[in-house]
């Protein structure tokens, strides 16, 4: 992370903490700040933003793909129960997006009124006479 809006001792805690695991208190020392108000330093709005940012490029770049490849090697051992890797078999093609949405959750993501195009208020309206009426009544 090398926003501009952080010093250098600030880019270094960021590093220290998220990079290299470093405890708050540690990291502190070791930039140059005394450990006590490290929070405080870390609350800062451009310090927060910095720490979320590397954290989210951290789990992009490291965090993803090592999940991925642990799910991958549970999945394929043998030995780790069916049920388990049958379940682990769901959650990946969930956030795959390669399940189909239930009858439950298609109906939570349905799109305002306002938003629908000619088309779709046609089909809703065909798909859905009973909420029609309970609309116009």
């Not at 954290?55 to 999945?75: F, H, N, W």
Request: hydrophobic share 40%.
């Amino acid at each position: 992370m090398t926003s501009p809006d952080l010093s250098e001792q600030q880019r270094t805690l960021v590093r220290l903490i998220v990079n290299d695991g470093k405890k708050p208190e540690e990291a502190a020392e070791l930039a140059g700040y005394h450990p006590k108000p490290v929070y405080k330093t870390m609350r800062l709005p451009a310090v927060a933003a910095a720490i979320s940012e590397s954290i989210q490029l951290d789990l992009a770049v490291v965090g993803a793909p090592l999940a991925y490849r642990v799910a991958k090697s549970l999945l394929q051992d043998t030995s780790i129960s069916a049920r388990v890797r049958a379940d682990l078999s769901i959650k990946v093609l969930d956030r795959a997006g390669h399940i189909a949405p239930t009858r439950k959750e298609t109906s939570l993501q349905q799109k305002a009124l306002s938003e629908m195009s000619r088309d779709e208020l046609a089909a809703f309206i065909e798909r859905n006479p009973a909420e029609i009426d309970k609309v116009e009544g």
